[in-house]
């Protein structure tokens, strides 16, 4: 029987963040992990570890065998979690650990595949309880997301929603319509990987996202570094870094006190978070 989580909702405390930040003159940090890898403890710990160093909200990807938007970073991290049988209802118990001691918002990224197999009422339900304050599916249409947009926003629940540099102004205006939270804009068209450069001609399309939706956008797909977020400090509302900190996590032995990992996430906490004049 899950206990219900008493901080109110999601969509307000993500809303709360960005109003933050916003009087600060700083961005959001939103680094990205594989729940379950390499298997649920560590990566629970993790998890604690990216609250208490700076991460302003984290978002939390479920394993997936088919993972079509997915680099081979991350399908290697859900190959591991996947081999440790991590399965949504694990996920949700690791979130409610970790609300026993931490507030982060938590954002749940993953495939309608697994949340159709659980149960859509029921998903939203249960992370409602355990504290998740938004849910992300990959490869949800916003022309098809009214009914789970529904079911989020009775919870309290926040959807997040993706735009790509290619993304008409109609549906732009659809995802405003849908969406909670901030929006999610993709850097490139194609899977989630490191880049060592993004193009910075993307930004009139990031303007047009943040005016059509009203709502904060942050930037991933390809945030590989501190660099790449202080050229496009001045555009977005945040960043999400996936693959450069699951490859890190990796290489360290799933320890986030070695290196190369334990260098790295400050470097991106002292970059999102330098006032901005």
């Known amino acids: 029987m899950w206990r219900q989580y008493q901080k109110g909702s999601g969509e307000k405390r993500i809303r709360r963040v960005f109003e933050r930040l916003k ?15 390499p298997d649920p403890e560590r990566s629970l710990r993790l998890l604690n570890w990216l609250s208490e160093k700076g991460a302003d909200i984290i978002e939390v990807g479920i394993p997936f065998s088919d993972p079509m938007a997915d680099g081979p970073t991350i399908q290697r991290a859900m190959e591991r979690a996947l081999r440790n049988r991590t399965d949504l209802r694990q996920i949700l118990l ?53 009914e789970f947009s529904l079911l989020l926003r009775r919870e309290g629940v926040a959807s997040i929603f993706l735009a790509t540099p290619v993304t008409h102004d109609k549906r732009i ?5 849908f969406a909670r939270g901030f929006v999610y804009f993709v850097s490139v068209t194609g899977v989630t990987g490191e880049r060592e450069e993004i193009q910075l001609d993307i930004v009139e399309r990031i303007a047009s996202v943040r005016r059509i939706t009203g709502l904060p956008t942050v930037l991933g797909f390809g945030v590989a570094s501190a660099r790449i977020i202080e050229e496009f400090f001045p555009y977005v509302d945040g960043f999400v870094v996936g693959s450069a900190i699951v490859r890190r996590w990796e290489e360290a032995g799933f320890d986030a006190d070695s290196e190369p990992f334990k260098s790295f996430f400050p470097e991106l906490e002292r970059a999102c978070h330098r006032p901005f004049s």
């Not at 205006?173 to 319509?177: A, K, L, M, P, V």
């Open 23 to 37: 009087r600060e003159g700083k961005r959001a940090l939103i680094p990205y992990i594989t729940a379950g890898d």
């Open 173 to 177: 205006g659809i995802i405003g319509r």
């Open 94 to 146: 690791m979130v409610k650990r970790f609300r026993q001691s931490h507030e982060t918002p938590i954002i749940l990224m993953g495939y309608m595949n697994p949340f159709f197999a659980y149960g859509l009422e029921r998903v939203v339900r249960e992370a409602k309880m355990v504290g998740v304050d938004a849910l992300l599916a990959v490869d949800l249409p916003p022309e098809e997301a009214q």
